[in-house]
């Protein structure tokens, strides 16, 4: 069976609900879902999730122990990541949770394609699914132009372990892509903790420990990854990214020059901006409107009435250009 899955909790409340019914409106409601709970507080999406028959909350508590074990196995090797995440204000592991998404490796689905609650489907999913015919993982984003988001550049032994003609084509944003239930089972996973403990964990990214760890299971194991965004004809590429200011919309649809995207992903963007915008406070966005609509599909009574001047988001820190140099957009 085929299902597309995803990691929230409560404090995503708004863009999750957003996201099912992108995904409803796109390819029915007959596609299975799966949420990973990235922590406990899951209250209120359980209850909105009852009344969708084709979506659950994964609770398999030995799965979601397994990789709890596994994410803290693998960051315990890292030289310098606790210093690191000390410095940045956070203390034990960083963002931990967000590598439930693993979980969909045990999961419901034969094959599933992972979404980021802060991405709205735009397109058919049919040509992802296809091609874990084969190949391992699917992908379809940019961020293979920067690798400093995915990989410690610098290290010594990135090299060493990865080919850099891998590092060009195999890298990609954790936030969007497929692949099979089974492909890491618990000996695979006991080698690669393994490989860390030799050193290799230096190479690993920690201020994006999903994203990292992701690409380095599916490198270090040998996996097959193909990047639609290197593989498509170029008249077909579209981008993803909600930076790229040049989509048009048409019916709710995002096209880039008339090729219809796959998916947005609001990359970036805090859910506390999602929560306030969902209360009435009147703050634009790229994209805005679209979400907006998705998020109150079934409930077009309490879309927001905005009784204000608009508020321009403030992105600070120059958060357009470096999402964009991120994904080796041109600023």
Not at 10 to 25: H, R, T, W
Not at 284 to 290: H, K, N
Request: a neutral charge; hydrophobic letters at 35%.
């Amino acid at each position: 069976m085929d299902g597309i899955c995803t990691l929230a909790n409560d404090y995503v409340y708004d863009q999750v609900l957003a996201l099912l019914n992108s995904i409803e409106a796109i390819v029915g409601k007959e596609m299975p879902v799966c949420i990973y709970p990235y922590n406990d507080n899951t209250d209120r999406l359980a209850a909105e999730i009852a009344k969708r028959p084709n979506v659950h909350l994964y609770n398999d508590r030995d799965s979601i122990a397994r990789w709890d074990e596994f994410a803290r196995s693998a960051w315990d090797t890292h030289p310098t990541a606790r210093q690191i995440w000390r410095k940045a204000g956070s203390e034990g592991y960083h963002r931990f949770g967000t590598h439930r998404r693993y979980c969909a490796f045990d999961g419901p689905f034969d094959r599933f394609l992972y979404m980021d609650a802060d991405t709205l489907l735009m397109g058919s999913v049919e040509s992802i699914f296809s091609q874990l015919n084969n190949y391992d993982c699917v992908v379809y984003d940019f961020q293979h132009k920067d690798p400093t988001h995915v990989y410690t550049v610098d290290s010594s032994q990135l090299k060493t372990i990865f080919n850099p003609e891998r590092i060009k084509s195999e890298i990609f944003c954790s936030g969007f892509y497929a692949a099979k239930r089974g492909l890491f089972p618990q000996e695979k996973r006991g080698r690669l903790i393994a490989y860390l403990r030799t050193g290799e964990a230096e190479i690993l990214y920690p201020m994006a420990p999903d994203q990292t760890l992701i690409n380095y299971m599916m490198m270090r194991s040998g996996c097959s990854v193909y990047n639609l965004a290197l593989n498509l004809p170029k008249e077909e590429i579209t981008g993803c990214c909600v930076t790229s200011s040049h989509f048009q919309t048409r019916d709710h649809i995002l096209y880039d020059k008339n090729k219809r995207l796959t998916y947005i992903h609001y990359i970036g963007f805090s859910s506390h901006l999602f929560a306030r915008v969902c209360t009435g406070i009147n703050i634009d966005f790229p994209y805005r409107d679209l979400f907006l609509y998705y998020r109150y599909l079934h409930e077009p009574e309490k879309y927001p009435q905005f009784t204000i001047k608009t508020q321009p988001f403030n992105r600070s820190n120059n958060l357009t250009e470096r999402i964009m140099r991120k994904f080796g957009l041109k600023v």
